[in-house]
Every structure is written in structure tokens, then in C-alpha cells.
């Protein structure tokens, strides 16, 4: 196993798992998650919206390739079949890419209003997290948090990056409930815009490999006596992202770019 450290910057050293591999996924066909099994010649109902986006928005009819996923079968082809005015169905072909586990990385994340949670969520679907867990704190502006909002979204965006699994989106918890039943086994990366400037590469490069959890706080920081307990946790390793403070939308995809760039996309 290599470490990416200070050397690592100086020289391209690979990282835990970047390779060489090329992305293999079909960037130029439209892409749909479905709730149905997927299989070859399996039927599998449009929704009204896919109907409308497919038939009116993009204007496809019958025969028109698409790919699809679900989260648990991987990705297949599929050909639109018949078309009516209030429906439609796709007629799956073939597999094009096997189901894909992805990295085990937890996102926690104190929600924020409207737009600028629909971004996060949408963001950290693209930098590939396993599951989204938002964690109410005390400075936490938005406290009634939108579930099947956040579901839409990452849906919405792991259609458009080509991901095969889909983030699991929990109910949202308090933060001191979190902490007293966290497992110790699951590394818990607290970006904390109060430590020490220190190379994130290089912090991030000593983190045991296996499950990791990411926590970035509300828009108003966390509390001292919360500070406190996130760095009472043995699975706690705190890392600064630079000296400014970032918006938690945009720290939260600094953290995750930095952890991908380490740890590597596949673990
Ligand atoms: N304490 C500030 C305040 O009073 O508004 C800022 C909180 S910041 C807007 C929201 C979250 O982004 C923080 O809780 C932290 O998790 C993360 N964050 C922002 N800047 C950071 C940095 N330079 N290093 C690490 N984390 C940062």
C-alpha cells in the first residue's frame, strides 16, 4: 500500500486504489432509476414523470434506447416499447455494467435550507457516499428536513453521474444520539475549521483503511460542548480544509475530493 503524503504531491505516486482504469459508462445515453428487478426481456413501467420526460420532453418513441439501474441489478439497456398517451414501458435488453458496491463513506451533515441542501445532497451523490445522514445540532437552521426531497435529489444526480448504487438517505437524528452509539470501526473525518492548518492529504493519508464518515457542520458551526464530544470519540481524526471558512455545501465537496484523492474510489 502506498501512502499519498508531502512525497506524493512532489511525485505522482498512486494512491491506495487509483489506477488506470478509465470510466467505462455510456456518458451519451439518457439514464433512469427504476424501482422494478432488472433482467433481460423484464417490463418495467414509466413512471409519469419518466413518461413525460421521455415522450414529451426528450421526444423518444418506440425503439429508443435508454439505460437503466436500480441500485441492486447494475445498469441494463433497454428499448422503449409501447407508447401510449398516458404511459410507457421499457423492454430491458441487456446488461451493460455489473452492480458495483462503491466506497463505504457515511455523510453527515446538519441540514440547510432549500436550495442549498438540494445542492449538497445532489453534490455528495456525485462524489460517490454511501449513505447521507443529516444530524440535528444545536445551531441547525432547518429543522424539519424534507425526505423525499432529499431522495429526489439524489436520485436526480446519480442518474446524471452514472453511479450504479444509490445513497441511502436516513431520517435525520441528533448529534449527541449519533455520538453515543458511533462505531468505533467506522473512522469519523470531522472537518473542523477551528483545528490546525495542516495538509489534509497528508492527515488524511494516516487513516486506517475501512469504513469512513464524513461530518460537516451548520452554516453557524457546532456548539463548544459538541466540538467537545465529536473529538471525545476514539474514531475521530479531525482535518482542516485551509484556512477560510467554507460554506458547509462547498466544504462538503472539498472533504469529499480530498478523501476520494487518498483513499481512492474503490475499497
Ligand atoms: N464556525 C463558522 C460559523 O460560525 O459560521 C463556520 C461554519 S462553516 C460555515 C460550516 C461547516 O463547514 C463547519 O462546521 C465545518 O464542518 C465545515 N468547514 C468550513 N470551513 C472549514 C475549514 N476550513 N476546514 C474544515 N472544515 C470546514
Not at 162 to 189: C, F, M, N, S, Y
Request: hydrophobic content about 45%; some cysteine.
Amino acid at each position: 500500500m502506498t501512502h499519498c503524503g508531502h512525497d506524493a504531491i512532489m511525485r505522482p505516486t498512486p494512491c491506495r486504489v487509483w489506477g488506470d482504469k478509465m470510466a467505462i459508462h455510456d456518458f451519451t445515453s439518457q439514464r433512469l432509476f427504476v424501482d422494478a428487478s432488472l433482467a433481460a426481456e423484464a417490463q418495467v413501467p414509466c413512471s409519469p414523470e419518466q413518461h413525460h420526460y421521455l415522450i414529451k420532453v426528450l421526444r423518444l418513441n418506440t425503439g429508443a434506447a435508454v439505460l437503466v439501474f436500480n441500485g441492486r441489478d447494475g445498469e441494463w439497456r433497454a428499448r422503449i416499447g409501447t407508447v401510449t398517451k398516458r404511459g410507457a414501458v421499457l423492454i430491458v435488453e441487456e446488461q451493460t455494467r455489473q452492480q458495483t458496491a462503491g466506497p463505504d463513506i457515511d455523510y453527515l451533515f446538519a441540514p440547510l435550507k432549500h436550495a442549498r441542501l438540494d445542492y449538497m445532497v445532489q453534490k455528495v451523490t456525485e462524489m460517490g457516499v454511501r449513505r447521507l445522514r443529516p444530524v440535528l445540532t444545536r445551531r441547525t437552521i432547518a429543522e424539519r428536513v424534507n425526505l423525499d426531497r432529499m431522495r429526489a435529489n439524489v436520485i436526480e444526480a446519480a442518474e446524471q453521474c452514472g453511479i450504479l448504487r444509490v445513497p441511502e438517505v436516513l431520517e435525520p437524528q441528533k448529534l449527541a444520539h449519533v455520538l453515543d452509539r458511533w462505531d468505533a470501526a467506522r473512522t469519523l473525518i470531522f472537518c473542523d475549521e477551528a483545528a490546525a492548518v495542516v495538509n489534509p492529504i497528508a492527515a488524511l493519508a494516516q487513516v486506517a483503511k475501512g469504513p469512513l464518515a464524513v461530518l460537516i457542520g451548520p452554516e453557524g458551526g457546532f456548539a463548544d460542548d459538541e466540538r467537545t464530544a465529536i473529538l471525545a470519540q476514539t474514531a475521530t481524526r479531525t482535518v482542516s480544509l485551509g484556512p477560510r471558512i467554507l460554506r458547509a455545501d462547498t466544504a462538503a465537496v472539498a472533504a469529499l475530493a480530498v478523501i476520494n484523492a487518498v483513499v481512492g474510489e474503490e475499497y
